[in-house]
């Protein structure tokens, strides 16, 4: 007789959502697939995470917080920072590919767990405001717009692939000059 293991059952729901909403988005994910990918009853999924929006949004939430403490933000070492977010988001692209998707399905309306989004983003604001107060980052432009603009220029060439590859280059050597450029120009956006 098998022996039931909840947490392990709900690790590989978890996993198989993620691969799901990655490939599907929201819209076009599909409890069954999840389902069969994780060898789990259907039930169990909506038992454990309720409906698909809200494990979505689960989904995406433990990923960023993943990331978060994987990759912290670091104004004291900006291309260091932006060196380990780009060979995270490389390693990991669903992440990138589930924000996406997220905007595509809710635009500019209110997310379900707006609030913890929002204190998620206030912690890495509060750490390039930090390295303004200090003087290490430059203070001309606002704290958030700033890392917005960071992030933006570490993870578009991971969401835009097919973009990457045809302006840029697909050689090893197009891809560290793009790596390069991307570094040069946070310092840029940061120098004082």
Do not use: C
Not at 27 to 55: C, M, P, S, T
Not at 132 to 143: E, F, H, K, L, N
Not at 151 to 157: H, L, T
């Amino acid at each position: 007789m098998a022996v039931r293991d909840p947490a392990a059952t709900k690790a590989r729901i978890f996993e198989a959502a993620v691969a799901e909403f990655a490939r599907h988005g929201i819209a076009g994910a599909r409890i069954d697939r999840i389902a069969a990918a994780a060898k789990a009853n259907k039930q169990l999924i909506y038992a454990y995470f309720g409906n698909k929006a809200e494990l979505f949004t689960q989904v995406l939430g433990k990923s960023m917080v993943d990331l978060a403490v994987s990759v912290p933000v670091d104004p004291d070492d900006i291309e260091g920072w932006i060196d380990r977010l780009m060979d995270y988001h490389a390693a990991h692209p669903e992440l990138l590919r589930l924000l996406f998707w997220e905007g595509m399905e809710y635009g500019f309306t209110e997310l379900p767990d707006e609030d913890e989004r929002q204190e998620h983003y206030r912690r890495k604001v509060a750490a390039v405001q930090d390295g303004q107060d200090r003087g290490v980052i430059t203070d001309a432009i606002p704290a958030r717009d700033l890392l917005f603009l960071l992030v933006a220029i570490a993870n578009w060439s991971t969401v835009v692939p097919q973009m990457r590859r045809v302006l840029v280059g697909a050689d090893d050597t197009d891809t560290d000059r793009l790596r390069d450029s991307i570094k040069e120009a946070a310092r840029r956006l940061v120098a004082k």
